[in-house]
C-alpha cells in the first residue's frame, strides 16, 4: 500500500501545487483588475471634479454679470433720483425769483414763443398778472391777459384754439429730455 499512498500522496501534491498557481494567477489577475478598475476610476473622478468647476465657473460668472447687472441699474436708478432733484432744486429756484428776475425770465420766455403780428391771450398765474402782466403788454401788444390761469408758474400764450406751453415744469421737462445724457456727465 505504500505504492498507493506515494500515487496519492504525489497527486495531493500536484493538485496542491495546481492550485497554489491556479490562486497566484487569480489573486495576479484580481490586483491587475483593481489597478485597471482604480485608474479608471481615478481618471473619471478627475474628469467629474473638472466638469464640477467648470461648471462652478459659469455658475459664478453667471452671479457676477447678474451682480453687476443689478449694481449698474442701482446706480442709474440712483442718477436718476439725483438728475430728479437737480430738476426740482432747479423749479423751485426758478418759482422762487424776485420779482425783477421774474419779469426777465417771463420776457425771455415769452420772445421765444410769440407768433409775430398774431394776436393772441397770455395766461399767467394771479400774483404774475398783477406783477409782470403789464411788463408782457408793454413788450407785446398784440397779446391781451386771459383770466384762466396755468397750472404752473410760467406762462401759456393762447392764439385760438393752439396753445404754447411756457410753463417752468414743462420747459424744464423738454429740456431734461433733450439734454439727460449731458446733464448726467456734467452731474456725475
Known amino acids: ?35 485597471h478598475y482604480a485608474g479608471k476610476m481615478e481618471r473619471l473622478r478627475a474628469e467629474e471634479t473638472a ?26 436708478q440712483e442718477k436718476q433720483k439725483q438728475v430728479g432733484k437737480a430738476f426740482q432744486n432747479a423749479l423751485e429756484a426758478l418759482e422762487t425769483l424776485d420779482p425783477a428776475r421774474r419779469e426777465k425770465l417771463y420776457l425771455l420766455l415769452a420772445s421765444r414763443a410769440v407768433q409775430p403780428g398774431q394776436r393772441g391771450e397770455v395766461l399767467l398765474q394771479e400774483e404774475d398778472r398783477k406783477t409782470i402782466g403789464s411788463a408782457l403788454l408793454t413788450a407785446y401788444p398784440q397779446l391781451h391777459l386771459s ?10 400764450l393762447r392764439y385760438g384754439a393752439v396753445e404754447v406751453d411756457c410753463t417752468l415744469p414743462t420747459l424744464l421737462e423738454e429740456l431734461r429730455s433733450a439734454r439727460s445724457a449731458e446733464i448726467a456727465d456734467v452731474l456725475f
Open 51 to 76: 466638469r464640477q468647476q467648470e461648471q462652478l465657473a459659469l455658475e459664478e460668472k453667471s452671479c457676477t454679470d447678474q451682480m453687476r447687472l443689478h449694481q449698474r441699474a442701482a446706480v442709474l
Open 1 to 35: 500500500m505504500k505504492g498507493i499512498d506515494n500515487i496519492i500522496a504525489r497527486m495531493e501534491e500536484d493538485n496542491r501545487r495546481e492550485c497554489q498557481e491556479i490562486l497566484s494567477q487569480a489573486q495576479s489577475r484580481a490586483e491587475e483588475v483593481r489597478r
Open 147 to 156: 383770466a384762466d390761469a396755468p397750472g404752473a408758474a410760467g406762462l401759456i
